[in-house]
């Protein structure tokens, strides 16, 4: 071989070996113009279309470590414009590989997401038109379109007249807000500003800090925890109480943690109710709680519907909405089953002038000519800018019509009656919730750790999708009708799924408990003869029939701690008898210090229903090191007061007047 044919020949492998250099094919070199957007966009419906209608062929969940995605692409953005296909092929071959496929029709956790092309559309074209309609003169058809879709669905939903913006005499209206958290939030902080101003006129002369820390919130055991998050946020005190054996909040549950509330000189000022809580869809008692409430006038009433509310355009679902005239607000999430993308959780108030006084701020730059007469979004909520998101649904509105969107709920809900069904014929389930929307909660009977295994092997198998929660203090498997078009073969499929692994998990069972009875009959039988050898050389009782006679005196039942922790907040758990609780999520407590606290043990005192308890906060770690952040597990101590009744410092009773002196704002 010559030189030149060598040189030829490398350079020919040193092309192979060389990664083709990807050329971007858009014409000016660094950007997609319109020619080759119609293009990559039509590609991409068509790639959307396909994934959608192959998704069973994936596994739903996927197999991945965390940090996968690190290592398959690069630490730095591309300095040079890349080639789209390149980007498309790595979203198969990279992204893909680390999603899991809520539209799967075996995803059957949580609640569905929302999902259509109707809405895909509307996205879309909001993407496109790309405005961003903080106020009305900001994009008029945005504010405009966002208010009348709120009150087509406000009237389908059912929702009394004061809550449409657009109805002759109505101070209410909707907005559309990012998630049914901010839906919570916003609304917990116009309750908080309501509120104080009420206080702060009794007490003209005490500062608004002092007048918060009176406030306190209440909620369900069962409510989700975007309410105890709000209160983080509002910097306010929740009451957390037990809701009955049907996961329901009732009227005299709220009304007697309130009065007593009272008495220690709190102030009531917000209850979140839920219709439809996460854990199991069960509805608190609505018509009770805002009876209830008629005794405390000016608290906020909340409902958090964010999944069952969008069900109410089913004339024969709307029972479920009884007591709504008793709301302030109230809140569903059409981007949970309403065929409507994330992000879609409509927000209605009674008042809209009491939501906005708490959120108003006003700079020049923002202000208009038509701000008397118009809607301005932006006082509505968190953010200044919001995207065009009513679009999608009026899109899905109108596409499918109320006809169609009743339609859809009602499959879902005849897909839940029939998984239902199957679960009841095999006697080794049990159900744990009153099915009445698309939610069915069940369990093998047995032990909590026996479902946790079942749920376990289920999910690492990635044939199908779901997740546990915790009702009536069990451990029960939810299972969501979820997918857009599940058929009634995918739920016996899933069902036939969820059979094959309890009956290889039950046999596994029953093999384990034989061979563990056997090896623990061995082992008690070596522990038996050993302790036997070592007791008889040391212990009198077994020489002395009497003293075993007598037996071991019992020991005393341990009271449970009162601080468990949900989340990063410590709560205070309040105990009056075995099945009565009250939680008191108190999110800063830890951030209390010694500074105005003679007490040298740096001690808060808290008077709490059925439980004087006082909190410490330990020092020690604070000392210990700089950059330790406090956090409140390892902050807190709790001291309670029988504790303290047995040290000669301090009576429970002087305590408490200690405690009520400092919440005496005057
Ligand atoms: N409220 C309820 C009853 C829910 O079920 C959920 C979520 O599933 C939420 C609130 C929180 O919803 P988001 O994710 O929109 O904040």
Same mark, same amino acid.
């Given at each position: 071989m010559d030189t030149s044919m060598r040189s030829a020949a490398c350079g020919n492998l040193e092309k192979q070996t060389q990664k083709p250099k990807p050329k971007p094919n858009w014409t000016n070199g660094s950007k997609m113009d319109s020619t080759e957007f119609r293009k990559r966009g039509m590609e991409m419906v068509e790639y959307i279309c396909t994934y959608l209608e192959t998704l069973n062929e994936r596994r739903v969940t996927p197999s991945v470590e965390p940090g996968y995605l690190r290592h398959l692409l690069p630490s730095e953005a591309p300095h040079e414009p890349e080639d789209w296909d390149q980007i498309m092929s790595d979203v198969e071959d990279k992204i893909m590989p680390g999603v899991t496929h809520w539209q799967h029709p075996r995803f059957h956790a949580y609640f569905p997401a929302g999902n259509s092309f109707p809405s895909i559309l509307g996205d879309m074209l909001g993407d496109g038109i790309g405005?961003?309609? *903080?106020s009305w003169a900001a994009s008029p058809a945005c504010t405009e379109l966002e208010t009348i879709v709120l009150d087509w669905l406000g009237k389908a939903i059912g929702l009394p007249d004061h809550f449409l913006a657009l109805k002759e005499g109505s101070t209410g209206g909707g907005v559309i807000q990012t998630s049914a958290s901010e839906c919570v939030l916003v609304t917990m902080l116009a309750a908080r500003a309501q509120a104080l101003k009420r206080l702060k006129a009794q007490h003209p002369f005490v500062e608004e800090g002092h007048l918060l820390c009176k406030l306190m919130a209440y909620c369900s055991k069962e409510a989700h925890s975007c309410v105890e998050k709000a209160a983080m946020i509002c910097f306010v005190k929740l009451r957390i109480l037990e809701p009955d054996e049907n996961a329901s909040l009732r009227g005299q549950t709220i009304y007697e943690a309130m009065e007593e509330d009272e008495l220690q000189g709190l102030v009531p000022f917000f209850v979140s109710t839920t219709l $439809?809580?996460? $854990? %199991?869809c069960a509805f608190d008692n609505l018509p009770e709680i805002g009876k209830q409430l008629e005794r405390f006038p000016g608290v906020w009433l909340h409902v958090d519907a964010? &999944?069952? $509310?969008? %069900? *109410?355009?089913c004339p024969e679902l709307k029972p479920l909405l009884k007591g709504i005239e008793y709301a302030d607000s109230f809140n569903t999430n059409p981007n949970k089953w309403l065929l409507t993308n994330f992000d879609c959780s409509t927000l209605w108030v009674r008042d809209r002038i009491r939501l906005t006084s708490a959120l108003v701020v006003d700079p020049l730059y923002l202000k208009h000519g038509y701000s008397d007469a118009a809607?301005? &979004?932006?006082?509505? $909520?968190?953010?200044?800018s919001r995207r065009f998101r009513s679009l999608k649904l009026w899109f899905v509105l109108r596409s499918y019509g109320i006809s169609g969107l009743q339609h859809y709920i009602r499959h879902h809900i005849k897909l839940a009656k029939r998984f239902e069904e199957l679960v009841l014929k095999d006697k080794r389930f049990e159900i744990c919730n009153q099915v009445k929307l698309g939610l069915v909660c069940f369990r093998l009977k047995g032990s909590d750790k026996l479902n946790e295994k079942l749920l376990s092997i289920i999910n690492e198998s990635g044939k199908l999708h779901m997740v546990p929660a915790s009702v009536n203090d069990r451990y029960i498997i939810r299972f969501c009708a979820v997918a857009q078009n599940a058929t009634a073969e995918d739920i016996d499929y899933a069902w036939d799924i969820i059979v094959d692994f309890a009956n290889e998990l039950l046999e596994k069972e029953q093999h384990d408990e034989l061979s563990d009875i056997i090896n623990r009959k061995k082992q008690d039988t070596l522990a038996q003869k050993r302790s036997f050898f070592v007791r008889m050389v040391s212990d009198p009782k077994i020489y002395n029939p009497a003293i075993n006679k007598a037996g071991t005196p019992k020991l005393s039942m341990e009271l449970p701690s009162p601080v468990v922790s949900r989340g990063n907040a410590p709560i205070i758990r309040t105990q009056s008898s075995v099945d009565h609780n009250s939680w008191i999520s108190w999110p800063l407590a830890f951030l209390f210090n010694s500074g105005n606290n003679e007490d040298k043990g740096n001690n808060v005192s808290l008077r709490f229903r059925h439980l004087d308890t006082n909190v410490r906060h330990s020092s020690s770690r604070r000392n210990s090191g700089a950059g330790s952040s406090p956090s409140p597990e390892n902050e807190l101590d709790i001291v309670s007061a029988q504790q303290e009744q047995r040290s000669p410092r301090r009576s429970p009773n002087v305590m408490r007047k200690a405690s009520s002196s400092r919440d005496n704002p005057n």
């Open positions: 405005c961003i309609g *903080f $439809g809580t996460t $854990g %199991s964010a &999944y069952a $509310g969008n %069900s *109410f355009i809607i301005d &979004y932006r006082h509505w $909520g968190v953010p200044l």
